[in-house]
């Protein structure tokens, strides 16, 4: 009987693709579009002809084909001690997708993280899927083809504090710091994009991997979770080929992230975003981090009328270099001690009071993991579009929640408006395939 969860065999290695020769090409071409062979003759005759048929000539793919396949099996590890999806690169491509729990009881809720286990496991790594029996649905919903490819697919599960409530007997082990977002005074939170039981932070190098395995999750689990929200975002694209490791630009055309803490530093990730034994949190959640989410509207339209010594006031820094007011390079950190008054990065500046420099909150600086969004218009037509904003912290009170409090009343927030998100726990990795996410939690309430 064919395995129910679509596991099979590995993916082979990708073969090199060489164009495809079709000797009949003409011909069929000349059948799509009705023509028999004066008509072929008649389109070869006018202009632009000949540019017209250079990508099949030059083994490029043509409208209706896909690109190269590049990377697609260059997979992220799954096991460890920690999840995937906070410390390691971020790819271009993410989503967000909140769910309400609708097991219930506790042996359904282990049930359910155990399945999540077993299809995040199987789909990060990817593999065939097995065929089975037309008359039935499908394994896979075909997004990928036969074979599921990982393009560095991870999958990231977070616990809201709703799931602490009194349907499992959760409240004891809820993590110190988790709690409800608050609103801030320049939110507008909309409740149907608030909050959640579990959260799945999706990324990958391309966005139908993204689709395909929340289409897969979804499918495997719809006795068990219910959609509550979903945002996807993206990031660009470097402009110049020549520049590694470029910071991306946000919607408002600056640069985000300047000042992340480098995640690629083991030990200043075990200060800033790894929770430690004590700090009364309960010992499951022990390696899990905290993660803040914002779905951040960007006012698009008014801040491209804005001039651009205003909107480089309002940031702190030049909008091309990303360097801040009065220095040279975007790496370079500014003295805030040497200018009380503001005089070269303004007071009231967004980079300036999210992380003020002080001792306190160096210890406390958050890893942020962005996304651009964009989903059309609204009903005034204007642009729907800003940012789909992600963090991790050892500490919410102290990261997210105490920069954010900061930045309350600051000039930006005429350009910004955030309507919805939560907070999240991200819990410990699963050290091996004998162990499931969120086991410690479920261990701590049967002990």
Known sequence: MPCPFGFGRPPAAPASEAPETNAGGTNRRNVLFGLGAGGGALLASLPGREAQAAPAASGLPGVGQTATAENA???????????????????????????????????????????????IAFLTQGGTVEQIDPKFPPLDSGLLGPTVVPRNLTVTMSLGASLFDDRYGLAHSKPKHLMAMQQFPNDELESGL???????????????????????????????????????????????????????????????????????????????????????????????????????????????????????????RAKTSGAPLGYQNETDIPDYAADPRGLKVPLTAHMRLANPRTKEAMATRILRRPFNYSRGADKAGQLDMGLLFICYQADLAKGFIAAQTR????????????????????VPGVQDKDHYLGQGLIESISA
């Open 407 to 426: 930045l309350n009343g600051e000039p930006l927030e005429e350009y910004i408006k955030p309507f919805g998100g939560g907070y999240f726990f991200a």
């Open 194 to 316: 608030c909050g959640g039981d579990i959260l799945l932070q999706i990324c990958s190098d391309t966005s139908d991997v993204n689709i395909h395995a929340l289409r897969d999750i979804v499918k495997q689990t719809s006795a068990l979770l219910a959609v509550r929200w979903k945002m996807e975002g993206f990031l660009p694209n470097p402009n110049d080929p020549s520049t590694k490791n470029e910071t991306a630009r946000n919607f408002l055309g600056f640069k985000d992230g300047t000042a992340n803490p480098p995640s690629s530093d083991a030990q200043l990730m075990h200060e800033l975003v790894w929770v430690k034994p004590g700090n009364d949190e309960p010992g499951w959640a022990e390696n899990g981090s905290y993660q803040a989410v914002r779905l951040i509207r960007m006012f698009v339209e008014r801040w491209d009328r804005t001039p651009l010594q205003e909107q480089e006031t309002i940031f702190g």
């Open 73 to 119: 099996n260059q997979r992220q590890p799954f096991y460890g001690r920690y999840q995937s999806g906070i410390v390691n690169p971020r790819p271009q491509f993410g989503l967000t997708v909140a769910f309400d729990s609708l097991a219930t009881s506790r042996p359904d809720l282990e049930k359910l993280f155990r399945l999540l286990t077993t299809r």
